[in-house]
């Protein structure tokens, strides 16, 4: 939302201050000048992007303009979803995590997480974990190395749209120039004519080098620089799951593995210690009135 936002506000403000000067809108409308500028900067992005990088910087660019998934309350739900799963572990023994971690959709325990369910890459990370815990073999010194060689290589993945954006952007305002140029040729064929018609054309090539110079820092880059921005969130979020399982298989009881995990959130979205506690205590109530009930 706030994407959107900004992108009103700085084409907003650039078209008040230039109405404010009695800038004429039909001087800047230069439809040709878009298609060589913007038609280029694609062209830069198909030549030096694979497919798969491509499809992840439209997905990108799509969640650029939606809200935070990484919120206070995602947090707490996680910690409380991790929690019910280590206390499970705890009670029953790792092996009785099986039925959850295989089919994590039909879990009774984790399908109630719907947002956790639904981030493939986050399931993926704490049921292989947990699966390579329950068949054991590895110590846990080497599965955090592990963990960590696979939040090194998601995080190289997450970069590669992003750095293929800021590419883009850092292309436009030589591109810019290009068009300038074809319309500084384009004026110079036409030298002689009515002054007027000559004015019209510098006009139009000014314009191009304006076009690239503000789709550059106005528009790409800003949108690159906060999708590295929601790459850096994941990052945090895989991080608080990688520090809570392997406090866990450390030894530590499940409610002081998420406190170290509730730790590790950024603390504009981290919650409070009263609020994860009242989480998993409701957890861990939640059972007991069951079963009463029953």
């Given at each position: 939302m706030f994407s959107i936002i900004g992108i009103v506000v700085v084409f907003g403000c650039i078209v008040a201050g230039y109405l404010m000067e009695h800038g004429s809108m039909k001087v800047l409308v230069q439809p040709a000048e878009l298609i060589i500028i913007g038609g280029a900067a694609l062209g830069t992005v198909l030549i030096s992007n694979p497919?798969?990088?491509?499809?992840?910087?439209?997905s990108g660019l799509l969640g650029v303009f939606g809200s935070s998934k990484f919120n206070t309350?995602?947090?707490?739900?996680?910690?409380k979803m991790m929690y019910e799963l280590l206390q499970k572990a705890r009670k029953e023994g790792l092996v009785?995590?099986?039925?959850?971690?295989?089919?994590?959709?039909?879990?009774?325990?984790?399908?109630?997480?719907?947002a956790f369910v639904h981030n493939h890459h986050a399931v993926a990370f704490v049921c292989d974990t947990m699966r390579m815990a329950v068949s054991g073999g590895v110590e846990v010194f080497d599965l955090d190395q592990m963990l960590d060689m696979d939040m090194e290589v998601h995080h190289h993945e997450a970069a590669e749209p992003v750095s293929g954006l800021s590419t883009m952007a850092d292309s436009l305002p030589g591109l810019g120039i290009v068009a300038a140029v074809l319309g500084v040729v384009i004026t110079m064929g036409a030298l002689g004519g009515?002054?007027?018609e000559i004015g019209h054309k510098v006009a139009a090539a000014l314009v191009g080098t304006f076009l690239g110079i503000l789709l550059c820092y106005g528009l790409v880059g800003p949108l690159a620089a906060r999708m590295?921005?929601?790459?850096?969130?994941?990052?945090a979020y895989l991080m608080m799951l990688r520090v809570t399982m392997i406090a866990f298989l450390k030894g530590v009881a499940p409610i002081m593995a998420v406190e170290i995990g509730r730790r590790t959130v950024p603390g504009h979205v981290r919650?409070?210690?009263?609020?994860?506690?009242e989480a998993c205590r409701?957890?861990?109530?939640?059972?007991?009135?069951?079963?009463?009930?029953?």
């Amino acid at each position: 939302m706030f994407s959107i936002i900004g992108i009103v506000v700085v084409f907003g403000c650039i078209v008040a201050g230039y109405l404010m000067e009695h800038g004429s809108m039909k001087v800047l409308v230069q439809p040709a000048e878009l298609i060589i500028i913007g038609g280029a900067a694609l062209g830069t992005v198909l030549i030096s992007n694979p497919v798969h990088t491509l499809k992840q910087m439209i997905s990108g660019l799509l969640g650029v303009f939606g809200s935070s998934k990484f919120n206070t309350q995602c947090y707490i739900d996680s910690l409380k979803m991790m929690y019910e799963l280590l206390q499970k572990a705890r009670k029953e023994g790792l092996v009785a995590l099986e039925t959850d971690i295989e089919d994590p959709e039909k879990s009774p325990l984790l399908s109630k997480y719907e947002a956790f369910v639904h981030n493939h890459h986050a399931v993926a990370f704490v049921c292989d974990t947990m699966r390579m815990a329950v068949s054991g073999g590895v110590e846990v010194f080497d599965l955090d190395q592990m963990l960590d060689m696979d939040m090194e290589v998601h995080h190289h993945e997450a970069a590669e749209p992003v750095s293929g954006l800021s590419t883009m952007a850092d292309s436009l305002p030589g591109l810019g120039i290009v068009a300038a140029v074809l319309g500084v040729v384009i004026t110079m064929g036409a030298l002689g004519g009515p002054p007027e018609e000559i004015g019209h054309k510098v006009a139009a090539a000014l314009v191009g080098t304006f076009l690239g110079i503000l789709l550059c820092y106005g528009l790409v880059g800003p949108l690159a620089a906060r999708m590295g921005k929601m790459a850096e969130e994941e990052h945090a979020y895989l991080m608080m799951l990688r520090v809570t399982m392997i406090a866990f298989l450390k030894g530590v009881a499940p409610i002081m593995a998420v406190e170290i995990g509730r730790r590790t959130v950024p603390g504009h979205v981290r919650p409070t210690f009263k609020a994860v506690e009242e989480a998993c205590r409701g957890a861990k109530e939640a059972p007991a009135a069951a079963a009463a009930a029953g």
